[in-house]
T-cell receptor, first 112, second 115 residues
Framework: NAGVTQTPKFRVLKTGQSMTLLCAQDMNHEYMYWYRQDPGMGLRLIHYSVGEGTTAKGEVPDGYNVSRLKKQNFLLGLESAAPSQTSVYFC???????????FGPGTRLTVL | AQSVAQPEDQVNVAEGNPLTVKCTYSVSGNPYLFWYVQYPNRGLQFLLK??????LVKGSYGFEAEFNKSQTSFHLKKPSALVSDSALYFCAVRDLDTGRRALTFGSGTRLQVQP
């Protein structure tokens, strides 16, 4: 099992450009999450999904959109990137029992 | 609203000595509590969790944590630290009674174990 994978690992964007981050999990988990990690702030929840075809806002959703067309994939989109979105982005998935979340390796995004 | 506080940005300990990384939480209902570890340039790895039952929870790599409801704390401990334990540690909480499954994370504590 690969667990949770994220694509790409690194990306540099210019202000105003768009991109999509892909998260895939092979554990048949219902729940998937996108977080951003910034120094001294821990992880903050951007959006999450409780099942295929559903999405919900987290703490810091502005400037991001998500889609969960397939159970195993959760996409995070930036329509018009801003320097404030420079961060490390983590995807996680979790099942129904025990709520343990399993994390991907992260995507380091720099917006110039 | 649920929240987590990790009062120490960094903890320094000598190899072989016991270590404690502190965590306090706030929820309106009953908590699920978690500890994760992050090594440089890696994702978060699950260490242990408290859901119910015994207040002392044992996890991976010799770590354990004690749930204290009256003090709303969930401190991470290890009897004998290793240099390889040096990493960033995150405490997280979920409020059982809200139905919201997302976790709230603390700001992290960097553990430095000196040889």
């Amino acid at each position: 099992n690969a667990g949770v994978t994220q694509t790409p690992k690194f990306r540099v964007l210019k202000t105003g450009q768009s991109m999509t981050l892909l998260c895939a999990q092979d554990m048949n988990h219902e729940y998937m999450y996108w977080y951003r990690q910034d120094p001294g702030m821990g992880l903050r929840l951007i959006h999450y999904s409780v099942g295929e075809g559903t999405t919900a806002k987290g703490e810091v959703p502005d400037g991001y959109n998500v889609s969960r067309l397939k159970k195993q994939n959760f996409l995070l989109g930036l329509e018009s990137a801003a320097p404030s979105q420079t961060s490390v982005y983590f995807c996680a998935s979790g099942g129904l029992a025990g709520d343990t979340q399993y994390f991907g390796p992260g995507t380091r995004l720099t917006v110039l | 609203a649920q929240s987590v506080a990790q009062p120490e940005d960094q903890v320094n300990v000598a190899e072989g000595n016991p270590l404690t990384v502190k965590c306090t939480y706030s929820v309106s209902g009953n908590p699920y509590l978690f500890w994760y570890v992050q090594y440089p340039n890696r994702g978060l790895q699950f260490l242990l969790k408290y859901i119910t039952g015994d207040n002392l929870v044992k996890g991976s790599y010799g770590f354990e944590a004690e749930f204290n409801k009256s003090q709303t704390s969930f401190h991470l401990k290890k009897p004998s630290a290793l240099v390889s334990d040096s990493a960033l540690y995150f405490c997280a909480v979920r409020d059982l009674d809200t139905g919201r499954r997302a976790l709230t994370f603390g700001s992290g504590t960097r553990l430095q174990v000196q040889p």
